[in-house]
């Protein structure tokens, strides 16, 4: 169970790195949701 949690710690930590995300500069939960998947695609785009 802690090796599952840790990943997602650590997701949430690099998704921290996105100042939009972190501040909630997005009105609406699209908005917001969009942000949050450009920023897996990008963290994913740099792991590959």
Do not use: H, P, Q
């Not at 909630?24 to 590959?48: H, M, P, Q």
């Amino acid at each position: 169970m802690s090796r599952r949690r840790n990943v997602v710690e650590r997701c949430f930590n690099r998704l921290k790195g996105f100042r939009r995300i972190t501040t909630g500069y997005d009105k609406t939960a699209a908005s917001y949701e969009a942000a949050v998947n450009i920023a897996s695609f990008l963290l994913w785009a740099r792991s590959v």
